[in-house]
């Protein structure tokens, strides 16, 4: 089993800082693609950034210039450094990995997992 466990979530004032961490364990043999995500009231999903295991990254545009995703393949971990917070950012933020599990008799086996979440919320 893969458990992807978020952290730092919490209540800040418009324009300041957060870093979320997401740290995946359990029976992996490696971890692909890790992303985050997010899912406001009402809304669904959204993507926010994504990395690759050798670290190119990927923004969506309302995050751009303000978030930063990185990682840490040594303890399985992503990060995200959210700066220049706004309350439109306020939302339950998860976070998303492609992991590759080793399977008896068949080896390497690649599945999708998610994190519980963690609650960011933005004050105006």
């Known amino acids: 089993q893969v458990q992807l466990v978020e952290s730092g979530g919490g209540l800040v004032q418009a324009g300041g800082s957060l870093r979320l961490s997401c740290r995946a364990s359990g029976n992996i043999f490696s971890v692909k693609d890790m992303r985050w995500y997010r899912q406001a009231v009402g809304n669904g999903r959204e993507l926010v950034a994504t990395?690759?295991?050798?670290?190119?990254?990927h923004y969506e545009d309302y995050v751009k210039g303000r978030f930063r995703i990185s990682r840490d393949n040594a303890v399985n971990t992503v990060y995200l450094q959210m700066n220049s917070l706004k309350p439109e950012d306020t939302a339950v933020y998860y976070c998303n990995a492609d992991v590759f599990t080793m399977v008896a008799g068949f080896g390497p086996q690649e599945q999708d997992y998610w994190g519980q979440g963690t609650q960011v919320t933005i004050s105006s």
């Open positions: 990395i690759t295991r050798g670290g190119t990254t």
